[in-house]
Structure formats: structure tokens, C-alpha cells
């Protein structure tokens, strides 16, 4: 059985929310956080939101794949671009983007940007996605710690992202349904909170029909209590394996 809950909030200093997402019935999920300005990074999200959204439409969930979800990106991509064709002034958009499906027993996924998709487990939590950012750079050089990132002054810089060029390399997964799992696909915004927080309010999670909705809205009151600085947006998904 899955469940699912999204939110998408504007935080306490930017006056228009650039993030986007949208939960299919398939089931399919889609997280965007737009970049470029507030007019820009909004259209950007959207842009590539709707884009997957119709590639989508053309699917069964048989055909639920890496390449397929990697084709989703790409297409968003190409959406983006032919915009700013007509849109001179928004010539510097673009967007983070998370793409996942389930299908036969997998999630699969495609991601591009500093959005995130972590995964819990009985016995463990992680980050599934790497950042495509700069201060991921300096830590995989050594530079910097994984704590240090989140108060770098570059920390906003991304280094690969949906609809500035057409070349555009998108990393794919596949995560196995075998056991009980809670899976967060997020914007930067609700990282700005420690990762051990995200993993407590994911751990106290319950079966209840509103206990994702409680979840989301706690780790949302953690991140307004951090300061918001940026836009806050995250799907919450449930994974229970049906009783045989």
C-alpha cells in the first residue's frame, strides 16, 4: 500500500513561492524548485511540472522505468528552453527537478539540482540523490563538511539544472518495495533543518490516515522556527507491503 502527502509553502523572505509539485494517481510524483528570479524561477517549476505531467500522460505504468523517468526530465528540459524563446526576460530560469514512479514492486526516480529524495528504512536513513551543487563539490574535495554546507555563503548555487542548456545529464534509481519504508522528496527549503530532525519527524510517523499530514506540518513548524529562508516543499510517501 502507498500514501502520499504533499505541501508546498512559501517561506518567511521570499515573496513568491518558486516551488512546484504535483502527486499522480499512477502513482507518479513530481518536485520542482525554480531558480531566476521570482517571476522566472516560478514559470521554470511550473514549466517543468506540467511538461512531465503530460509526458506522463502518454504511459502506462508498465512502461515506469529509469529511461522513461530520464525522458521526463529531458522533456521538461526542452520545454523550458523553448520558452525562453518568446520570454527574453527570462532568459537566466531554470529549476531543480525530482521525478519518481512505482511500478512491479520499484520506485524508480530521476533528478537534477539540489532537490533531495531520501529514504528510511527500519535501520537506516539516507539521502538517496546527490546535490548537484558547488558546495557539494568542495565536500566530496574534502573542503568542507556536510555540517558546513548548509551555513556556506555559496550554499544557493547549483550546478547543473532543468532548462539552461540542451545537453543536460540526469541522474537515475531504483529504489526495491521489499520492506516498510518513508520516502521524502524535497526542495533545499526544508533542509535547512539538520537531517537528524527530518529523520525523527519521519520515525515518528504513525499508520494513522492523518499521520503523514501531522508529519509534514512538523517538520514545516521546525523550519519556520529555523528562520524559513527559502521556500519550503516536500512529498511524503509511505510504503506498507501489502499482507499476503
Not at 514559470?43 to 515506469?64: G, N, Q, W
Not at 523517468?69 to 531543480?96: P, Y
Not at 514492486?105 to 529514504?119: M, T
Request: aromatic share 6%; glycine share 8%; net charge negative.
Amino acid at each position: 500500500m502507498i500514501r502520499s502527502y504533499g505541501i508546498s509553502e512559501a517561506g518567511l523572505v521570499r515573496r513568491v513561492n518558486e516551488d512546484c509539485i504535483f502527486i499522480g494517481e499512477k502513482p507518479f510524483f513530481i518536485l520542482a524548485d525554480g531558480m531566476g528570479g521570482y517571476a522566472g524561477g516560478q514559470i521554470a517549476s511550473t514549466s517543468a511540472v506540467e511538461a512531465v505531467k503530460t509526458f506522463f500522460s502518454t504511459l502506462t505504468e508498465d512502461r515506469y522505468s529509469e529511461q522513461t523517468l530520464r525522458e521526463a526530465v529531458l522533456c521538461a528540459n526542452r520545454a523550458i528552453l523553448h520558452r525562453k524563446l518568446t520570454a527574453d526576460e527570462f532568459q537566466d530560469m531554470g529549476t531543480t527537478l525530482i521525478v519518481a514512479a512505482v511500478h512491479g514492486g520499484n520506485l524508480y526516480w530521476a533528478h537534477v539540482g539540489d532537490s533531495r529524495l531520501y529514504i528510511l528504512k527500519r535501520d537506516d536513513f539516507s539521502q538517496v540523490t546527490k546535490d548537484h551543487s558547488f558546495v557539494m563539490s568542495l565536500v566530496e574535495e574534502g573542503k568542507i563538511t556536510r555540517e558546513e554546507m548548509r551555513g556556506h555563503p555559496r550554499k544557493n548555487e547549483i550546478t547543473r539544472a532543468v532548462g539552461i542548456r540542451p545537453a543536460l545529464e540526469v541522474d537515475t534509481g531504483t529504489v526495491p518495495l521489499t520492506e516498510p519504508l518513508m520516502i521524502l522528496i524535497c526542495s533545499d527549503g526544508l533542509t535547512l533543518v539538520d537531517d537528524a530532525v527530518i529523520e525523527t519527524a519521519l520515525r515518528d510517523c504513525g499508520g494513522a490516515e492523518d499521520a503523514l499530514k501531522e508529519c509534514a506540518e512538523k517538520l514545516l513548524c521546525e523550519v519556520y522556527d529555523a528562520g524559513a529562508t527559502d521556500n519550503i516543499s516536500a512529498i511524503f510517501i509511505q510504503f506498507t507491503p501489502d499482507a499476503t
